[in-house]
């Protein structure tokens, strides 16, 4: 099959890191894979560019933005160059544009928000107008369906596909009693993300388990609430404990050296990042919401309202004292989310 991809702007985020997995996975096992965007390749992509390169996969991104009519165009001249025989639009605004043009290639619409976007009344009104050009509608979660049931209706074929891992790529590291206590937590800069919890968390934290570092990587989505996380550090004095980073590419590695991983996400759909800590044997302190509640049972997960500080704080203290330990993600791997995906696009195909 030849398979295009199209996402909104190639950066390190969730709906991005997946589309980028899937096309080398359906690269690898013969397909003709094409990645493409509506905005620009950030800087932050391009380890990631480097590996779809690496892996044969066409990368098709615009040179600079451009507006609605410009944006059409480019996504015109994708599909001349992909010729594909489906193609997957990873998220909302990519799904508009795949179905606004007069094309014949399946399109499967596939949901990623934490948020609903339909409690927006423009997206809702489009999805209205648009819903019949999707072939499928695909949610990483269950609740991404019951939105879109709840503002747009039923479509005739709707699937959950839940993100799945390379787990391959994630290893449980030896314990290195010389190495200081790291917390980090993964996740672009933005208050449904809720760093700002995990820093007084995190000092609350430093009163049992005062050699402690806690380490915050993610794509800068809102400078402003970036700010306020970088002068809650300082304003706590915890300049010397709490690193407050840009994005990183290296995740794998990154949770080697983790102690413990925190997501105190106030909404996920079904969130890539908390896969690979798992897959990673970290010890995890994460939100009680309802995307995290699979791994409720899962040794060394802690699900909490991470909103109570206190509580916060010592749940990771206790986190902090737990070893690494394997965890089984049967369902969750990349090779299963893959294989759904493959089933899915071989059954469009068939019968178009």
Same mark, same amino acid.
């Given at each position: 099959m030849r398979i295009l991809h199209l996402v909104l702007t190639p950066r390190l985020s969730g709906a991005e890191m997946l589309a980028k997995d899937l096309a080398i996975h359906q690269q690898s096992h013969g397909d003709t894979v094409c990645?493409?965007?509506?905005?620009?390749?950030?800087?932050?992509?391009?380890?990631?560019?480097?590996?779809?390169?690496?892996?044969?996969?066409?990368?098709? @991104?615009?040179?600079?933005?451009?507006?609605?009519?410009?944006?059409?165009?480019?996504?015109?001249?994708? %599909?001349r160059a992909c010729r594909p025989d489906i193609l997957f639009a990873h998220a909302t605004i990519p799904a508009f544009y795949a179905r606004a043009l007069p094309s014949r290639v399946p399109v499967v619409y596939v949901m990623h928000s934490a948020a609903n976007d339909f409690e927006r009344k423009l997206f809702r009104n489009v999805e209205r107008l648009l819903s019949t050009r999707a072939r499928a509608v695909i949610g990483v979660s269950q609740g991404n369906l019951r939105d879109y049931i709840g503002a747009v209706g039923e479509h005739p074929l709707m699937a959950v596909i839940p993100n799945g891992v390379d787990t391959g790529r994630f290893f449980i590291r030896p314990a290195v009693p010389a190495r200081a206590p790291l917390v980090v937590q993964v996740g672009r800069y933005?208050?449904?993300? !809720?760093? %700002?919890?995990?820093?007084?968390? @995190?000092?609350?934290?430093?009163?049992?388990?005062?050699?402690?570092?806690?380490?915050?990587?993610?794509?800068?989505?809102?400078?402003?609430?970036?700010?306020?996380?970088?002068?809650?550090?300082?304003?706590?004095?915890?300049?010397?404990?709490?690193?407050? !980073?840009?994005?990183? !590419? !290296?995740?794998?590695?990154?949770l080697a050296s983790a102690?413990?991983?925190?997501?105190? +996400?106030?909404?996920?759909?079904?969130?890539?990042?908390?896969?690979?800590?798992?897959?990673?044997?970290?010890?995890?302190?994460?939100?009680?919401?309802?995307? @995290?509640?699979f791994a409720r049972d899962y040794p060394g997960v802690q699900l909490l309202d991470t909103g109570d500080a206190a509580a916060y704080g010592a749940a990771l203290t206790?986190?902090?004292?737990?070893?690494?330990?394997?965890?089984?993600?049967?369902?969750?791997?990349?090779?299963?989310?893959?294989?759904?995906?493959?089933?899915?696009?071989?059954?469009?195909?068939? +019968?178009a």
């Open positions: 990645v493409s965007a509506l905005m620009p390749q950030q800087d932050d992509f391009a380890p990631l560019r480097a590996q779809l390169d690496a892996a044969g996969v066409r990368c098709l @991104f615009p040179a600079r933005p451009h507006k609605l009519p410009g944006r059409l165009w480019h996504l015109r001249g994708v %599909l933005a208050a449904i993300k !809720n760093q %700002l919890q995990t820093v007084l968390a @995190f000092r609350e934290a430093l009163r049992d388990v005062p050699d402690a570092r806690l380490e915050m990587y993610g794509v800068i989505e809102d400078p402003a609430y970036y700010a306020e996380v970088c002068a809650q550090v300082s304003g706590l004095g915890l300049g010397d404990k709490v690193w407050v !980073n840009g994005p990183q !590419n !290296n995740v794998p590695e990154l102690t413990v991983f925190a997501m105190p +996400s106030a909404s996920e759909a079904h969130s890539i990042a908390f896969l690979e800590a798992l897959a990673a044997g970290v010890p995890v302190v994460a939100s009680a919401i309802p995307a @995290f509640a206790r986190a902090l004292a737990q070893p690494r330990m394997a965890r089984s993600l049967d369902g969750l791997t990349l090779n299963d989310t893959a294989g759904q995906y493959r089933a899915l696009a071989r059954r469009l195909v068939s +019968s």
